[in-house]
């Protein structure tokens, strides 16, 4: 069955780094666009990156541009989030999903329970 | 950016009856309209997608319908692991979500 399984969170000061990791199973990765999401507490979902499934491309939402990267390792099955000059605003908690298809573009049919991020000095 | 917004907030509702939730785009979005269920502390579910498509395993009680900017999510029968937060989603352009709406138990 396909498992999506996030790490990585924690409690971080502002205008530091952290990166997190999503671990895949149960399908072929490396066929699959891949994306993360975030849900602050008490709050929606925000659509925050996307990776097509052989990594030759990705896109941001604008609230993270220029300080997130979102990036995989087909060899590993493992999809990451490198993000850097965090604010308290990225409080939340971080999912990544399966697009339903390679290239994005559609919707999101798997989801890992999340990893929290708290940006707090 | 296409803007969803989701009516009621809130959905209070009595096991076995009926549900039915909203969801507008401020554009058109054709089918590309997804909608989830999420339980404290889990993950999404994917349960509709091609705004009527019934997602794998998801029970026939689950319907969704609308095209363009207006869609609705019927529960037909409200059973008690139905209790949780519905998304609709859009896929047409980026990926916007709804901001929710509980359905809560009267």
């Known amino acids: 069955q396909v498992q999506l399984v996030e790490s990585g969170g924690g409690v971080v000061q502002p205008g530091r780094s952290l990166r997190l990791s999503c671990a895949a199973s149960g399908f072929t990765f490396s066929n699959y666009g891949m994306h993360w999401v975030r849900q602050a507490p008490g709050k929606g979902l925000e659509w925050v990156a996307i990776i097509w499934f052989d990594g030759s491309n990705k896109y941001y939402a604008d609230s993270v541009k220029g300080r997130f990267t979102i990036s995989r390792d087909n060899s590993k099955n493992t999809l990451y989030l490198q993000m850097n000059s965090l604010r308290d605003e990225d409080t939340a908690v971080y999912h990544c999903a399966r697009d339903e298809g390679a290239v994005g573009g559609t919707f999101f049919d798997y989801w890992g329970q999340g990893t929290l991020v708290t940006v707090s000095s | ?106």
């Open chain 2, 1 to 106: 950016e296409i803007v969803m917004t989701q009516s009621p907030a809130t959905l209070s509702v009595s096991p076995g009856e009926r549900a039915t939730l909203s969801c507008r785009a401020s554009q058109s979005v054709s089918s590309d309209l997804a909608w989830y269920q999420q339980k404290p502390g889990q993950a999404p579910r994917l349960l509709i997608y091609g705004a009527s498509t019934r997602a794998t395993g998801i029970p026939a009680r689950f319907s969704g319908s609308g095209s363009g900017t207006e869609f609705t999510l019927t529960i037909s029968s409200l059973q008690s692991e139905d209790f949780a937060v519905y998304y609709c989603q859009q896929y047409n352009g980026w990926w916007t979500f709804g901001q929710g709406t509980k359905v809560e138990i009267k």
